[in-house]
């Protein structure tokens, strides 16, 4: 089984996907945030990337 580890303050939760989805599902408004707040941060790290490989062709 695999599990998605969460560092929280003060411990650490390992959930199954199963489990989170159900969490998340419960809670629509912090489910859709989530959604949008990973869609920026996969912008910015493929952004990241591309500026990484640009730089290290000119270099």
Request: hydrophobic residues 30%.
């Amino acid at each position: 089984m695999k599990f998605i580890e969460i560092h929280l303050a003060k411990c650490t939760v390992f959930l199954t996907e199963a489990e989170l989805q159900k969490l998340l599902q419960s809670n629509p408004s912090l489910y859709k945030e989530s959604l949008v707040r990973g869609k920026y941060i996969n912008r910015y790290r493929k952004q990241k990337l591309r500026e990484e490989k640009k730089l290290y062709k000119e270099g």
